[in-house]
């Protein structure tokens, strides 16, 4: 029997799990087309794979040109400013552990509990890693990878709908869709060629609609396109959603909206 696992990806381990996208020009990897609703792209982009570069100073940078001085304050600048005979000292807090000086810290309290460590990604991984991290500390994850006897077979990603722009304008197109409350979305789900037909996709949905549920939503919604090749989408298609337990929610022949209510 196949040993089933899923993993939330959550960190660098996580995310080196995601599995390849059957049309080798896209890459789940590098896509923001859920999260950027003008520019997005599902296309490979190598150099999003790479640590990103905003957390450390360009080597090759040109390095950093001087101020010039100003001629009108070299007079202050050569010299240190004089004490002030008239200024007390500071008087000495006695309360203050020694060597502690500062009055405005806040002391340790060690009967408080220790606040907990929200997780979070490190400010140096790949872009859609840092993409996928955004909700660490607040909802949880938003992806996760179903591994077929440790081979990574089907990919989700999915969340709260503010997380996802393009989804919120695809949205907006149904005034009758309920606003109150927001669904979460499940933005992607994404089978390896040679996994499919096995039931993997569903038994991830299964897995992302208990975690959405647990997290306090009640009901999650996806967007496919109507008539897109199976390799050219990543939210599958109506029939497969409805395969899975989802309704039709707005029966629009190009864009329909797949809901399902969480228990």
Known sequence: ??????????????????????????????CDYWEDADRGSKAARLAWLEPSRSAAP???????????ANPFLADL??????????AAATP???FLTPGEDDDDAVPDNPFAPAAPKRPT?????????????????????YAKVLLRDDRPQV?????????YPRAQRTRDLYPALPDSPLPAVITCIATTADARRLGLAHRLVEAVCADLAGRGFTAVETYPT??????????????????????????????????RELG
């Open 77 to 86: 600048q050569a010299k240190p400013a004089a004490p002030n005979p008239f």
């Open 92 to 94: 000495r807090n006695p």
């Open 1 to 30: 029997m196949d040993a089933i696992r899923v993993v939330d990806v959550v960190d660098a381990a996580g995310f080196g799990l995601i599995p390849p996208c059957a049309d080798p020009g896209f890459d789940h990897r590098t």
């Open 121 to 141: 990604v490190a400010a140096d991984a790949p872009r859609k890693l840092q993409l996928l991290g955004r909700g660490l500390g607040v909802v949880g994850s």
């Open 58 to 68: 360009d080597a090759g940078a040109p390095p950093a040109r001087a101020r010039p």
């Open 226 to 259: 109507a008539g897109a090749a199976a390799d050219a989408t990543s939210a599958a298609t109506a029939e497969f959603w409805e395969s899975a337990g989802f309704a039709r929610a707005i029966d629009d022949e190009r864009f329909p909206v797949m809901r």
């Open 155 to 163: 990919y989700a990603q999915f969340g709260p709908l503010t997380a």
